[in-house]
């Protein structure tokens, strides 16, 4: 066991490496450099201010003393959107919001979706199977800004009558929190009952639930205690990565409602060319997802003592 | 020696030589070649059915599948060939269409939705001249009354209610006033569907144009993820030992790596780039890259770079299976190399799992590339797609609601058929149904 974890961190280590010099490179092949705006300063002030950054030395050289820098924890300041403040600064300042409303949606999405999966699979076969298996298909084929953007036009003045929300966001309110939230956990919602429907189906044939049922045990006793437990890996395979994901990138539905957060924050660097704070918020979500990943592998034996983990994945 | 005769153990399971060598005793006539008759009895009742025609059966009989492919075709056609029909193109400009609706009102009731909205003295000053055309002039009484109206219906400012007043509908489809004019005139003028948005190009073509962006995106990926993949698997899964090892581990890697960050910076890098080589010279490889554009093949090398783990993993374990059946012994002991055993014999044993897994990689391509265009980081302007029609259509949102409605409406569709549709053709190509 202590082998196999030991195994997976070294792996997590070298893919966090390869992560960070991947965006390295691509970031520096982008065409283009930060210090173009609308007005155009003079070549003299663009090199003295990549003189100032290290951007003047060949690629491999600035990739070494990024590195050298990050093992000292140092993510280096900001040299664009808020220049000269600290990246971890930042992160930390955006990181809060956006994890908010991803452990909402997520939870909600949780909540509902595995109870559906369980009600659809439990009822198999019925309307409320199909009703539900309608449900999910088409809320895995929305993409996320469709939802976001038809419950932010529906339920925000767009139909007569119907204002029950802010349309922009104001961090203390919490009816600004509902809309983002909802369609943030749309498609996990979605997804997860999926999910949830095939394993259950799975677990619900085999003969230890025949058993149970054998036993007299009651109906609701045999779906959450013994059926879903054995349901439950590959819901916990999708969860680990998309609850990383949820809590830091809402991209999309932070854009549409202008929020904030650190997904929004993402894409405005890139686009910004603002180099420490991509490699930043980069770093960031790639360590998130990655120990989630590795959580979530270790979380298996905890889930199903059967798995034998120092066999490896296959 | 003949008293010496074999005695049999009861219970032994040694075979009897007297029995065997009675086999041969064949009929006199066993080496005669065969009559019509029994020949015909040979032949087998029905066709043979192929692996495809079976599979073609059984997903003709999925209701919910052909459905999602009737309107596959349907979205197809829009996509490529309504751009054909269409007269206008996704980046033309037409002269005053800025900001029309998908509906219109026709030349005269505009005429008298104006009238009526006329101030008192502008409504005398326009009865005056009409009449001085017919060669006569208003009464006092005469101007007193359409006084008198024109200032009822100025103070009322409800356009909606005058036009219900008025009996003024709204007429399908959008024209300009020119248009409108013209078509007075006895031409025909194509209408705009869908209505123009706010730089006067037509919606409709716009959206084929998008959608047909979208589906050229989804099946140049699954190509590219199919290639890749199939490629990556087969060789990690027949090769086997160290090989497979290190692939794996390489595979494990790229799998932890955050796509969606990965394929945000990567179209980002990889657009410059192109456009980069689309400008360097005049050979056939630049003039590719013109035709689909610079962006479009940036997303697509960006999503192969990233999706095809998945395909190679699970055409890795097919591999893996399948490696082990007699008839691949039996082509290795007949001294075929690993690739004809990989290419003739492997793969097309696990065809189904791969024509399933690319197909539902469609959809999922298009899912990511709309993402990516409604954040601005996939095809560019003028080049439009479903995605970032989408955004654009975001500032417009309460005026021009249909704006969002209609693209992200086709998108949506796209994908729930193509999902629908992967699904049925799962179903209709899983071996394991077969029996």
């Known amino acids: 066991m202590a082998k196999y974890i030991l195994k997976r961190v070294l792996m997590a280590v070298i893919t966090l490496f390869v992560v960070i010099c991947l965006t390295f490179f691509l970031m520096n092949a982008v065409p283009g450099s930060p210090w173009l705006s609308e007005r155009s300063p003079s070549q003299a002030t663009i090199d003295a201010l990549n003189a100032k950054y290290g951007l003047d030395k060949p690629v491999i050289v600035q990739l070494g003393m990024y590195l050298n820098d990050l093992l000292h924890l140092d993510f280096r300041d900001s040299i664009k959107m808020q220049k000269d403040r600290p990246v971890l600064d930042i992160i930390a300042n955006m990181f809060p919001i956006s994890a908010k409303i991803g452990v909402i949606s997520i939870l909600w999405a949780i909540l509902v979706g595995v109870p559906l999966g369980c009600l659809a699979a439990y009822r198999r076969g019925t309307w409320v199977d199909s009703l539900l298996r309608v449900i999910s298909t088409v809320g895995i084929s929305m993409p996320g800004f469709v939802v976001a953007t038809l419950l932010l036009h529906t339920l925000t003045g767009g139909l007569p009558g119907v204002n029950l929300f802010p349309a922009t966001f104001v961090a203390s309110d919490w009816r600004s929190y509902v809309l983002p939230c909802l369609s943030l956990g749309f498609y996990p919602m979605c997804y997860l009952s999926r999910q949830t429907r095939t394993a259950m189906l799975d677990s619900i044939s085999q003969e230890y639930i025949k058993t149970a049922r054998a036993k007299g045990l009651k109906n609701g006793k045999i779906i959450f205690k013994h059926a879903l437990r054995n349901a439950l890996i590959p819901v916990i395979t999708y969860l680990g990565p998309q609850i990383a994901f949820t809590l830091c990138g809402g991209f999309v539905v932070e854009t549409v409602f202008t929020i904030p957060g650190l997904g929004r924050y993402f894409v405005q660097s890139i686009t910004n060319r603002d180099y420490p704070l991509i490699m930043g918020t980069t770093i960031f979500l790639a360590a998130f997802i990655i120990i989630m990943n590795l959580v979530v592998d270790l979380l298996y034996k905890l889930v199903d003592p059967r798995i034998n983990l120092s066999k490896g994945g296959d | ?435």
Request: charged share 20%; aromatic share 8%.
């Open chain 2, 1 to 435: 020696m003949a008293d010496k005769k074999h005695k049999k153990v009861l219970g032994s399971l040694q075979p009897d030589v007297e029995d065997i060598l009675s086999w041969n005793d064949l009929p006199a006539n066993a080496f005669e070649p065969a009559s019509t008759q029994e020949k015909a009895g040979f032949i087998q009742d029905r066709k043979s059915v192929s692996y495809w025609k079976d599979a073609w059966r059984r997903l003709r009989k999925n209701k919910v599948a052909m459905i999602a492919l009737v309107i596959i075709i349907l979205l197809a056609l829009f996509a490529f060939v309504g751009p054909m029909i269409v007269p206008y193109s996704y980046d033309e400009v037409i002269p005053g269409a800025n900001n029309i609706h998908p509906w219109h009102y026709t030349l005269e009731d505009q005429e008298k939705l104006s009238e009526a909205q006329m101030t008192p003295d502008e409504a005398v000053a326009a009865a005056e001249a009409e009449a001085a055309v017919e060669g006569r002039t208003l009464t006092s009484v005469e101007i007193a009354t359409i006084r008198a109206k024109a200032k009822v219906n100025s103070s009322n400012t409800d356009v909606e209610a005058l036009k219900q007043e008025l009996g003024i509908k709204a007429k399908p489809f959008g024209y300009t006033n020119d248009e409108l004019q013209r078509m007075a005139d006895g031409e025909f003028v194509f209408p705009h569907v869908f209505g123009c948005d706010i730089q006067g190009r037509d919606i409709m073509v716009r959206t084929m144009v998008g959608a047909r962006v979208s589906m050229i995106v989804g099946i140049c990926c699954a190509l590219i993820v199919l290639v890749i993949g199939a490629l990556y698997g087969s060789i990690s899964g027949y090769c086997g030992g160290k090989v497979d090892a290190v692939m794996q581990r390489i595979v494990e890697i790229i799998y932890t790596i955050p796509e969606v960050l990965v394929i945000l910076l990567l179209g980002a890098t990889l657009k410059p780039i192109f456009e980069e080589f689309q400008n360097s010279g005049d050979g056939p490889l630049q003039r590719l890259v013109t035709v689909l554009g610079p962006n479009l093949i940036s997303i697509f090398i960006a999503f192969g770079m990233l999706y095809w783990v998945t395909m190679s993993r699970i055409i890795r374990g097919q591999i893996l299976q399948l490696k082990q059946q007699e008839y691949v012994t039996a082509a290795r002991a007949l001294g075929a190399k690993g690739g004809r055993i990989i290419s003739r014999h492997l793969l097309p044993n696990c065809v189904g799992q791969i024509v399933t897994t690319t197909f539902l990689q469609i959809p999922s391509a298009i899912f990511t590339e709309s993402f990516l265009s409604f954040l601005g980081m996939g095809v560019s302007a003028p080049m439009t797609s479903l995605g970032s029609m989408c955004a654009d259509a975001l500032s417009g949102l309460t005026s021009y609601p249909y704006r969002l409605f209609i693209p992200a409406a086709i998108l949506s569709v796209m994908i729930l058929c193509l999902n629908l549709f992967g699904d049925g053709l799962r179903d209709a190509l899983d071996p394991r149904l077969k029996k």
